[in-house]
């Protein structure tokens, strides 16, 4: 089974500072989402990737997935207080039943003002 | 387009009790998905469906049931809730195919077992 395996577990930053989150695959990635959460809310989708060294950007944040397809990072650019949530990878998974999402433990971002 | 909804919004059981929870959406989308989440432990997928009358298994499917009489609803039954089944239950539908599927969530349950 594929398995997705977060990095950071938790990061506190001052607010204006970047950070990075890496997600790291045990399979080739053939779909890799990237998800925000703040608590006691559902999951909001931030990007999708598919292609080796593809790169996408939303306002500050950029996420890459790597050549091989095994690693995606997400890069926030000065950090503000509203990117503060649990930030989540998902992977696809083809299954014989159907598709469905297979997601990292997550890590929780605290973005001090 | 009220999206993906999910009933109740919080829920307190005792240990033996059942209970289902309801999701709906309105989305049209032929697949959707019962997950869990759980501190340190991520979003685990306890069964889906990819269709009207249809239903799998995920990850953790032990001790829950459910059904998909409707494209729309999503059922997630708990027969006799245990304390392990505290957790803050998610629903999720998508539709499938094409590379800029996403994914679309509720905005959960949370259960307690006592």
């Known amino acids: 089974s594929q398995e997705l395996e977060q990095s950071p577990q938790s990061l506190i930053v001052q607010e204006g500072k970047n950070l990075t989150i890496n997600c790291t695959s045990s399979?080739?990635?053939?779909?890799l989402y990237w998800y925000k959460q703040k608590y006691g809310e559902g999951l909001i989708f931030l990007m999708m990737?598919?292609?080796?060294?593809e790169e996408k950007s939303h306002e500050k944040i950029t996420a890459k997935l790597d050549e091989k397809k095994q690693q995606s990072s997400l890069h926030i650019t000065a950090s503000q207080p509203s990117h503060a949530g649990i930030y989540l990878c998902?992977?696809?998974?083809?299954?014989?039943?159907?598709?469905?999402?297979?997601f990292g433990e997550g890590t929780q971002l605290t973005v001090n003002p | 387009n009220a999206g993906v909804t999910q009933t109740p919004k919080f829920r307190v059981l005792k240990t033996g009790q059942s209970m289902t929870l309801l999701c709906a959406q309105d989305?049209?989308?032929?697949?959707m998905y019962w997950y869990r989440q759980d501190p340190g432990m991520g979003l685990r997928l306890i069964h889906y469906?990819?269709?009207?009358?249809?239903?799998a298994k995920g990850e953790v499917p032990d001790g829950y049931n459910v059904s998909r009489l409707k494209k729309q609803n999503f059922l997630l039954g708990l027969e006799s809730a245990a304390p392990s089944q505290t957790s803050v239950y998610f629903c999720?539908?998508?539709?499938?195919?094409?590379?800029?599927?996403?994914?679309?969530f509720g905005p959960g349950t949370r259960l307690l077992v006592l």
């Open positions: 999720a539908s998508r539709l499938p195919g094409g590379p800029q599927e996403t994914q679309y």
């Open positions: 399979k080739t990635l053939y779909g």
């Open positions: 990737l598919q292609k080796g060294g």
């Open positions: 998902g992977a696809d998974v083809q299954e014989t039943s159907g598709s469905r999402l297979t």
């Open positions: 989305m049209n989308h032929e697949y």
């Open positions: 469906s990819v269709g009207e009358g249809t239903t």
